[in-house]
Nanobody
């Protein structure tokens, strides 16, 4: 499974960005795709995830502001981020988890910077 993240950039506080994760390879083996982020000097943390059955989970820090979605083909997972705050600044990574083996696949990160 290969993952390609895109859509990061510089945005002012209160602004919006949409991240995309393009998924390819053995997509049928994947049950969950999500986003994690890592700020400088901090551990990588969970942001949001969506399952094949369209069950969504969010970190408390982003609930009500971020929305994760996927296309029907499970080839693109998007993260709509609204009302961005400086503390949302981080490198965002998409991750896929296999349904049977629970193996994790990571994409490269995309930088999100929230600053005035």
């Amino acid at each position: 499974v290969q993952l390609q993240a895109s859509g990061g950039g510089l945005v002012q506080p209160g602004g919006s960005l949409t991240l995309s994760c393009a998924v390819s390879g053995n997509i049928d083996s994947i049950n969950t795709i999500g986003w994690h982020r890592q700020a400088p000097g901090k551990a990588r943390e969970f942001v949001a995830a969506i399952t094949r059955g369209i069950i969504r989970n969010y970190a408390d820090s982003v609930k009500g502001r971020f929305t994760i979605s996927k296309d029907t083909a499970w080839s693109t997972v998007s993260l709509q981020m609204n009302d961005l705050k400086p503390e949302d600044s981080a490198v965002y990574y998409c991750k896929a988890r296999a349904a049977v083996t629970f193996e994790d696949f990571w994409g490269q990160g995309t930088q999100v910077t929230v600053s005035s």
